[in-house]
């Protein structure tokens, strides 16, 4: 397994965010983790990034523990993550944006940047051709010297999307990476998640879309409550009882069951 948790909390006072969960994720494919409002989607994201610290549990990437590792070193050993809320540096161009994904693989040293010697300017070139690649990926390569601000809401996602690319990521984590767009975006959305995935990235995304995820994924998880309550392939999560009283309540998913004599 590439990523696995083992007990995984977070506790706020005496609310339970995410509560003893136990997660596997493979190396390669498209996994999604779906469940209710406030069922602890994106504060399991924030805890497998480092942006928020388990009050108990074990994180563990490519069979290293990773539990105590702060977010950058985290970056650097390859997990990458866009955001719910899109976040982009205004007043920088498209392609600078991507440039400040590469921070945690640059090496160049202080010296060596202020006097923009051999090594430094070796180090540049190779940072915008990784950056100018991950923006051919994402089909929007032909912007890369437009203001960040002044992109469609759909570019904007990609350009984070592209952003998060740029250090080649082991695992790729999308937080809701659909929310806001129009239906031929998400389709086009969809096929870049595809693209993603067929380079041989993880890609590990949380997202509302029912038809988005469910076209989409290899695998999904549901949480609820901040419990893992299944796991399996889409198929299986649409037939899932738990999945649907999660989603529906328990008194309309046993009147739809009596409906349909189940």
Request: glycine share 10%; net charge neutral.
């Amino acid at each position: 397994m590439l990523l696995t948790t083992s007990g995984l909390t977070r506790r706020y006072a005496g609310l339970v965010a995410v509560d003893g969960v136990d997660l596997a994720i493979a190396q390669g494919g498209i996994h999604s983790v779906i469940g209710p409002n406030g069922a602890g989607k994106t504060t399991l994201f924030n805890l497998l990034t480092g942006l928020v610290e388990p009050s108990d549990g074990i994180i563990s990437f490519g069979g290293a523990d990773i539990t105590a590792l702060p977010a950058h070193r985290r970056a650097g050993l390859g997990i990458a993550r866009t955001f719910q809320n899109i976040r982009l540096f205004r007043g920088m161009s498209v392609l600078e944006n991507v440039l400040t994904g590469l921070h945690p693989r640059l090496s160049a040293s202080m010296l060596s940047t202020v006097l923009r010697l051999p090594g430094f300017r070796a180090e540049e070139r190779a940072a915008v051709e990784r950056a100018a690649a991950a923006l051919e990926l994402v089909g929007i390569a032909h912007l890369a010297d437009a203001p960040s601000e002044d992109l469609a809401y759909g570019d904007q996602r990609r350009l984070e999307i592209a952003r998060a690319l740029v250090c080649q990521p082991r695992l790729l984590l999308l937080d809701e990476p659909a929310a806001g767009m129009n239906p031929a975006e998400t389709v086009a959305l969809a096929e870049l998640v595809r693209r993603i995935a067929a380079t041989g990235t993880t890609v590990l995304l949380v997202e509302h879309d029912m038809g988005f995820v469910m076209g989409l994924s290899d695998s999904v998880s549901v949480l609820n409550f901040g419990r893992l309550i299944f796991t399996g392939s889409p198929r299986a999560v649409r037939s899932e009882p738990a999945v649907v009283e999660a989603y529906l309540g328990a008194r309309l998913a046993a009147k739809l069951r009596a409906t349909h004599g189940e």
